[in-house]
């Protein structure tokens, strides 16, 4: 009987593995930390001017040193880069990365929302799937790293910063709980779009009034479950101090919450129209909290009053079309000059959960094609989104000491056409293919009929 399960399971292995060497794996693992030199690159470090001609020497999987005369460590694998472009990799600041592969049809593959109102130790960094078949597509354009947010409910839960290679979610992670996501129930005032809220709102009597009352309500809710959090906190450290005090009962909601309501995490709002904009703003005032509009639509409009309250936005829309009548069509595409020329601290995302996050560049592209200049634009999806969540000493920019998240084209990182040559992550040089390379070798020469 032994010998008989033993057989089987070799078999078992034997057949998977030759399913793996036909279809390959999605995202080939990178390859390992090692010391290489770019050289004879055109760089654009983003932090600071252009190389026209320069060096770049990764080591121990951060950037060593950069310059027009850096020098290449003794055993380094050199890359020529003559005629070639370095970037820092992209960030999508937006998405909810390794939550959801098919979000059609297929129930079992999405993880990205938990059941309830109120879910803030709901952690994303859980729920990633690093066998996505988004990721592949997505770093080979340029982006290395994302956040991944988790949807749904009143407090979604924490976004997670991953680097989009790894075999296993640690060897992707770069902070676990980078932000609590929360989405304030809609005010049913204003903006573009309206939706379920506007909808009861324009119908007046008493689909108004249960709407304004519910959303009262769950405010409510929401502002004592904060309070709550907030002396919970307390309660802990007052027990660590001295603990003659009572000790206060274990609760990993309340707990979830203390680095939001103390100010030491961002807090993501989603929202869209105006009016949710301010009240977003003015909500977390109220609270004390660290505010990131993301999606932020109608952003533009409020611009005077996001500077105000110095508060950024991960802009999510450049390519939504008009939502009003009398809109220009190009509203939408120019949003990010309008924030830029406001003064509004910004970072652009490709404004979608999965599948689609691989745009990022051409949306970037598009805001620079009305308005924004290139160098903005870059900034946009490298630096912008690192400085506003406060990981900018490890990411977005080619500067000694940062992650090695580096991107190397054969053109402008931002313009469609062109090729990713060279991708490091975390120092780890990644292999270019993807699930569509594979499906392209794949079907290469196929009849297109029996």
């Known amino acids: 009987m032994r010998a008989t399960l033993i057989s089987a399971a070799l078999l078992s292995v034997a057949v998977s593995a030759t399913a793996s060497a036909q279809l390959g794996s999605y995202n080939p693992p990178p390859g390992p930390q090692g010391t290489f030199a770019i050289k004879n690159a055109h760089i654009f ?16 999987g951060k950037i060593q ?19 070639l472009n370095v970037y820092p990799g992209m960030m999508d600041a937006g998405t909810s990365m390794g939550l959801s592969e098919i979000p059609q049809g297929a129930a079992s593959t999405v993880d990205i929302s938990e059941i309830g109102s109120f879910n803030p130790n709901a952690q994303a960094i859980y729920g990633i799937n690093p066998h996505s078949a988004h990721v592949g597509v997505a770093r080979v354009v340029g982006i290395t790293h994302v956040i991944s947010r988790p949807t749904g ?8 910063l991953i680097n989009l290679a790894g075999f296993t979610v640690p060897a992707m992670t770069v902070v676990p709980r980078m932000a609590m996501v929360i989405e304030l129930p809609g005010s049913g005032r204003g903006g573009r779009g309206g939706g379920a809220a506007a909808f009861l709102a324009a119908q007046g009597g008493q689909n108004a009034q249960a709407q304004a009352q519910l959303r009262t309500r769950q405010l409510d809710s929401l502002r004592q479950l904060l309070r709550d959090a907030d002396a919970y906190g307390k309660a802990v450290d007052a027990y660590a101090k001295d603990k003659t005090v009572p000790r206060p009962k274990h609760d990993a909601v309340l707990e979830s919450l203390v680095p939001a309501v103390r100010g ?27 505010p990131i509009i993301v999606g932020g639509r109608d952003a533009p409009e409020v611009a005077a009053y996001l500077k105000q309250h110095d508060v950024p936005v991960v802009f999510g829309s450049v390519l939504q079309i008009p939502g009003r009548e009398d809109d220009p069509y190009d509203i939408n595409y120019s949003a990010p000059a309008k924030l830029a020329a406001a003064g509004v601290k910004f970072a652009i995302t490709s404004g ?14 598009m805001a620079s094609a009305f308005g924004l200049s290139k160098s903005d634009a870059l900034k946009a999806v490298t630096l912008g989104p ?10 977005g920019s080619l500067d000694v000491g940062k992650i090695a998240n580096i991107v190397v084209t054969d053109g402008d990182m ?3 056409k ?3 040559r060279y991708l490091f992550i975390d120092g780890r040089m990644v292999p270019l293919d993807t699930k569509h390379t594979q499906m392209y070798e794949l079907f290469k020469g196929k009849p297109l009929t029996p």
Do not use: H, W, Y
């Open 45 to 60: 470090p983003v932090s600071g001017p252009e190389i026209a001609n320069g060096t770049v020497v990764i080591s121990g």
């Open 65 to 83: 040193a950069i310059g027009a005369n850096a020098a290449i460590p003794a055993g380094a694998q050199v890359i020529d880069g003559t005629g």
């Open 153 to 160: 409910g009143i407090i979604s839960g924490q976004a997670a």
């Open 264 to 290: 030491q995490q961002e807090v993501m709002f989603p929202a869209d129209r105006a009016a949710d904009i301010r009240a977003a703003v003015a909500f977390a005032e109220e609270m004390k909290l660290k």
């Open 352 to 365: 979608d959960c999965c599948s689609e996050v691989r745009n990022l560049p051409s949306v970037a592209g």
């Open 386 to 395: 690192a400085e506003i969540f406060g990981v900018s000493d490890k990411l």
């Open 414 to 416: 931002l313009e469609a």
């Open 418 to 420: 062109t090729n990713t």
